[in-house]
């Protein structure tokens, strides 16, 4: 069994990125610090003010991450006292362009000095490509507004630019290279010597080919996460802000680069828009969670900001369905209900970190208020409840004998997945009818059995029908209903949900029904108690109406 596990999984990796995981285990190059004083270059023009970052400083040294506190004090910069994942947001120093940031200058002054002191071994968290480039580009920004970076800091960033260039995350790629290069484009904008000249030019050619990779052409981010796609759309935007700041647009690379990122973003904001019903919190499909990057209404702002006119781009609210091809999302709204249908793969083959089990599942609202989500993102790391988010349990969709249709393992690994076939759409005057079915029940109990699902959108009403065709025990198919909503209880197959002043009616046609205790999320490190329907499939059919 593991074996099998690790086989379908590392099949299908690229090339590249176990041979850099094997270059990772042997070599890790040193930190050193940087005796000179580097030159730093002008900007022409203002940096404008980006996506505020969550507010993380409580105290003088003192973090709160996700709902949990830690003073620098007593658990320092390093050490198993904090799990990774908050660790890694202790070196973000994503507080230095926070809400009222410079209310803290002096905190921020003091950290920076503690940090510099304290994180000279290549083995330290903030030297973890990933924080250190996060670090990298949050300097950066503070010094450009506030002109409070000390010489021992601005060579200290230096030396980290120097180490970064060396620890580029090709064994890992997608949004974590990505970071990467953007890291190197800020270091080569805000020196100026030739080492700098090298780093703009190299993250220059890693952004321009990323962009084309990881860019669906219907603007999504190919790592199909609503969370991803914001923070990528803001490190979209950061680049060009920081590109026209210094105004380098004399030089081809960078020429190229701000022309494609201005041909890719009215199309980015356009998917978040399709892929979200309210402008303050992302939907729950892939790892997903409002409280870790931008908000959508953030990346508009700031989109605007830098000169987009969401007039004439944004169109997507104004059409009944949008069908995300390239991602493989369905975005449909009949009067006020709207529906966003998973018919996706899990993301690129190569890089499923972020990945559910979550295929021909679906989030519904009424007037923007959340009817029905998914279990959504509360944790990382190896943990049960890790496990049970990534799973096809946490999802309104159908899980066959107890067993996810796609093999999500550890903290970030996905072996067999299914794959979405047969989609149909077929949008007539007084309905929208949407089928798929998915194989990867096929793939991981072997035999021949797949789940279909049919939604038929009216304008008051939706029929969902689930359908899993070949042998099997059992079959589930689970509607988790907001925490928000109240359930009140009509007959036995019939209920409504009320979230404040909206209602809709639940109806059982065809299943058995038990209503259960459950708890999803919108937020990183947070869990709130709701209900969930588990309708039983009878004879491999169930039919609901939501009115």
Not at 104 to 124: G, V
Not at 237 to 264: F, H, T
Not at 342 to 364: I, M, N, Q, R
Not at 375 to 383: A, I, L, R, V
């Amino acid at each position: 069994m593991i074996i099998d596990l690790y086989f379908n999984t590392v099949r299908r990796l690229k090339f590249k990125q176990i041979f850099f995981q094997i270059v990772r285990r042997i070599y890790r190059p040193e930190f050193k610090s940087y005796l000179l004083d580097p030159t730093t270059r002008t900007h022409k023009n203002k940096f404008i003010d980006a996506c505020p970052e969550k507010n993380s400083l409580i105290g003088n040294k003192v973090f709160k991450f996700y709902g949990e506190e830690g003073s620098l004090l007593e658990i320092g910069w390093n050490g198993n006292e904090k799990d990774k994942l908050w660790r890694f947001n202790q070196h973000y120093f994503n507080d230095l362009n926070a809400a009222n940031s410079h209310n803290r200058i002096d905190w921020h002054k003091d950290l920076i000095q503690d940090w510099i002191i304290c994180n000279n071994s290549k083995y330290s968290v903030g030297l973890h490509a990933y924080p250190l480039s996060l670090r990298i580009a949050n300097w950066i920004k503070w010094d450009l507004r506030e002109r409070a970076l000390s010489k021992p800091a601005i060579k200290s960033l230096f030396a980290q630019g120097i180490f970064l260039e060396k620890s580029l995350e090709h064994n890992i790629l997608g949004n974590h290279l990505f970071a990467n290069a953007k890291a190197l484009i800020f270091l080569g904008c805000y020196f100026n010597c030739l080492i700098s000249q090298r780093w703009l030019n190299k993250g220059l050619k890693i952004i321009h080919k990323e962009l084309q990779d990881q860019i669906l052409d219907d603007g999504g981010n190919f790592e199909l996460s609503p969370m991803y796609h914001c923070i990528f759309s803001k490190d979209c935007l950061d680049i060009l802000n920081i590109l026209k700041s210094y105004d380098l647009e004399e030089k081809e690379e960078v020429k190229n680069i701000i022309k494609l990122l201005e041909l890719k973003i009215p199309k980015m904001v356009d998917w978040i828009n399709a892929m979200t019903f309210d402008d303050n919190k992302v939907t729950n499909f892939n790892d997903s969670a409002s409280n870790i990057g931008p908000s959508p209404l953030d990346i508009k702002t700031y989109a605007i900001k830098l000169g987009f006119n969401f007039e004439n781009m944004n169109t997507v609210k104004k059409l009944n369905v949008i069908h995300l091809k390239d991602s493989g999302y369905i975005s449909a709204q009949k009067q006020d209900i709207k529906i966003i249908i998973d018919v996706a793969k899990l993301g690129p083959d190569h890089l499923l970190a972020h990945g559910h089990a979550d295929t021909l599942s679906f989030e519904l609202s009424r007037q923007q208020k959340s009817i029905f989500v998914n279990s959504g993102t509360s944790c990382y790391g190896s943990s049960s409840r890790r496990m049970f988010e990534r799973s096809t349990r946490a999802h309104n969709t159908v899980e066959v004998n107890r067993t996810s249709s796609s093999q999500t393992w550890s903290s970030f690994r996905v072996a067999k997945r299914a794959y979405p076939f047969n989609l149909k759409i077929n949008e007539k005057k007084e309905s929208l009818n949407i089928e798929c079915s998915h194989d990867g029940y096929e793939k991981i109990l072997k035999r021949s059995l797949s789940h279909t699902r049919y939604w038929k959108i009216e304008a008051r009403k939706i029929i969902i029908q689930d359908m899993v065709n070949g042998k099997h025990e059992s079959a589930i198919s689970r509607f988790i209903v907001d925490p928000s909503v109240v359930i009140k209880k009509i007959d036995d197959t019939k209920f409504l949900l009320k979230n404040d002043d909206v209602e809709i009616e639940f109806i059982i046609k065809v299943g058995t029904i038990n209503l259960i205790k459950w708890e999803s999320t919108n937020n990183f490190g947070y869990l709130e108690q709701t209900k969930c329907f588990e309708i039983g499939l009878i004879n491999g059919v169930s039919i609901v109406e939501i009115i």
